[in-house]
């Protein structure tokens, strides 16, 4: 089982830049799918970034595409988060979470491992 741990949240203004990390322990050979949450005060959880870690396909929600990338350090076992030009509504707390498997899911019960979250506060 593949146990996340987040980290790089903190608190940066609008147009700035944040990387998240997502490291990674009881990995295997086994294909997975990493991918990123967040969820906002008095909002639902919703899909933000994935990555297939064998083969590097990504997918992302409309909204980040041109400001976020997801990416994966295989010797670090550690999957990042690249946030630029980061806006006040991408304030949430930010969710690293692990599939077992080769497809991309948006869906928050098609993935089995969370880490803690980590919080993104963007100011205006």
């Known amino acids: 089982q593949v146990q996340p741990v987040e980290s790089g949240g903190g608190l940066v203004q609008a147009g700035g830049s944040l990387r998240l990390s997502c490291t990674t322990s009881?990995?295997?050979?086994?294909?997975?799918?990493m991918a990123w949450f967040r969820q906002a005060p008095g909002k639902e959880r919703e899909f933000v970034a994935a990555?297939?870690?064998?083969?590097?396909?990504?997918y992302y929600l409309d909204s980040v595409k041109g400001r976020f990338t997801i990416s994966r350090d295989n010797a670090r076992n550690t999957v990042y988060l690249q946030m630029n030009s980061l806006k006040p509504e991408d304030t949430a707390v930010y969710y690293c979470?692990?599939?077992?498997?080769?497809?991309?899911?948006?869906?928050?019960?098609?993935?089995?491992?969370w880490g803690q979250g980590t919080q993104v506060t963007v100011s205006s």
């Open positions: 009881g990995r295997t050979s086994a294909e997975y799918i």
């Open positions: 990555i297939n870690w064998s083969s590097g396909l990504t």
């Open positions: 979470a692990a599939r077992r498997g080769s497809l991309i899911y948006r869906i928050i019960g098609e993935y089995n491992n």
